[in-house]
C-alpha cells in the first residue's frame, strides 16, 4: 500500500480479519481491498504494477489478476518495465488485459466501463467476444448489452481526467501521467 488519501478504506487478508488500510502494508495473495466513499488507495504490487482504487469498491489481489466485484479501478503497467506481463482486471462482465497501458474501470450493480487512458486494451467479454480498445476509447455494458467502443473527444477527456477521483487527490503523480498526456492531448494535472 503506497497511499491512502482519503478514508475509509480496508484489507483483509486470506482467512483474517478486515482491518484499516495503511501506507506500507503489504498484501498478501487473495486479499480483498474495501472503499467507500469517499475512500481511495494506492497499491503497488510487487512486480511494479500498480492500481487505484475509489468508490464503493470491493476488489481481491491474485498474482497475475485483480477482480473487481463493484467500484472504480485505475491500473497500469509502466511501458518497458521487464518481466511483468499483462495485468487482468476481472469484472462479472468483462476481463480487461492490459500491458504498458493505463486503464479505468467502473463497475456498478448493473453496468460497467472500461476505458483506455492511453495504450492498447484488450477487453474479453462474457460472451466471448474481444474488443481492443486503443487510447481515448470507451466501451459499456448497459441495460444488459454491449455497445460499440467509442472515442471520446479531446474536451470529454479532458473533463473527465479533471474530474477524475482517481486522477487526482493523490500526493505521486501516476507513472503514466505524462503518456496520458501525450496520447489524449490533455493536461491532466
Known sequence: MVAVPTRPAWVQPPGGQERPAAVGQRLMRDSLVRTSKP??????????????????????????????????????????????????????????????????????????????????VRVVTDAGDTVILTSGEELAFRDGAWQPPRRLSREEAAARSARSELLQGFDTPMETLPLIEAELGIQVR
Request: glycine share 12%; charged share 25%; net charge positive.
Open 39 to 120: 475512500g481511495r488507495l494506492q497499491v503497488q504490487l510487487a512486480d511494479g504494477r500498480s492500481f487505484r482504487l475509489g468508490g464503493d469498491a470491493l476488489l481481491r489481489v491474485r498474482p497475475s489478476s485483480l477482480t473487481l466485484e463493484r467500484g472504480q479501478i485505475i491500473a497500469w503497467v509502466t511501458p518497458g518495465r521487464p518481466g511483468s506481463g499483462p495485468l487482468e482486471v476481472r469484472t462479472r462482465s468483462a476481463t480487461a488485459s492490459i500491458e504498458g497501458t493505463t486503464v479505468f474501470v467502473d463497475a456498478t450493480e448493473h453496468d460497467l466501463r472500461l476505458f483506455s487512458w492511453e495504450g492498447r
